[in-house]
């Protein structure tokens, strides 16, 4: 099949990144699946891996009112994905201008290290908290089932963007390819384009829903965060006309 054919380059570097690691995963876990008598007592850790790559990724040209998205956020031990771990995930479906609470998720993870306490006074997690947690590879194997063939919605995407790669490929030794939209570079641009001047601390989760009206909110809770992160999407996307933009316009 002749990609070209079908999708814009952007579109067309995804999906063969996608199809490319879809076939290397099949042919790894050929040889890797556990004895049948093992496999049905064993959670599949890989189902997560195996329904994101074999998902087409949505078009561009998708209209955002159709558009499958999950609402994201991390909290972690650092920001540094080369030393820091993953503490916990949250998320929530959207469609359109509705975000979907019944379909939410929140997940401490076991980091299996002592939490440093100055980290533990952002996010709130204790380290027993964090000893009672999922493992990494449920938690990742989860989070990748619900975002199978969805676009994720985050605010500064490099945590996320960084952190969840870094999983995958300590896990599954591949490094999937991610479409983010950032309500951080889409508040930027339309900031700029008003003729703003912007400094850093007014693009921040917080100080961006005060500026559009918005309640307060529980901070670095990943739950919490993914949630607000939605709705300060839905508001911005409110000064705009949903049923004439696409995903191409926001990524």
Do not use: W
């Amino acid at each position: 099949m002749n990609l070209k054919n079908f999708f814009t380059p952007q579109k067309q570097k995804f999906e063969q990144q996608r199809q490319v690691l879809n076939e290397q995963f099949k042919d790894m876990l050929a040889h890797t699946l556990p004895d049948e008598d093992l496999a049905d007592l064993e959670t599949d850790i890989y189902a997560g891996i195996r329904a994101y790559l074999s998902t087409p990724l949505p078009d561009l040209s998708t209209s955002l009112m159709e558009l499958p998205m999950v609402a994201v956020d991390f909290e972690t031990t650092g920001l540094d994905a080369n030393r820091n771990k993953l503490l916990s995930v949250g998320c929530v479906n959207m469609l359109g201008n509705q975000i979907k609470l019944a379909q939410r998720y929140h997940q401490v993870i076991d980091v299996e290290q002592q939490l440093e306490h100055d980290n533990v006074c952002i996010h709130q997690i204790t380290e027993q908290e964090s000893q009672q947690g999922e493992s990494l590879e449920l938690v990742v194997n989860d989070l990748l089932l619900k975002l199978a063939g969805k676009v994720m919605l985050v605010h500064f995407n490099k945590i996320e963007r960084y952190f969840l790669t870094k999983a995958c490929l300590h896990l599954y030794g591949i490094k999937p390819p991610f479409v983010m939209v950032d309500t951080l570079l889409l508040a930027n641009q339309s900031l700029r384009k008003k003729g703003f001047i912007i400094e850093p601390r007014d693009l921040t989760l917080k100080n961006l829903r005060q500026r559009f009206y918005l309640p307060n909110h529980t901070a670095h809770n990943a739950l919490g965060d993914a949630i607000a992160t939605a709705e300060l999407y839905l508001a911005m996307m409110s000064q705009r006309d949903l049923t004439s933009l696409t995903l191409k316009d926001v990524i």
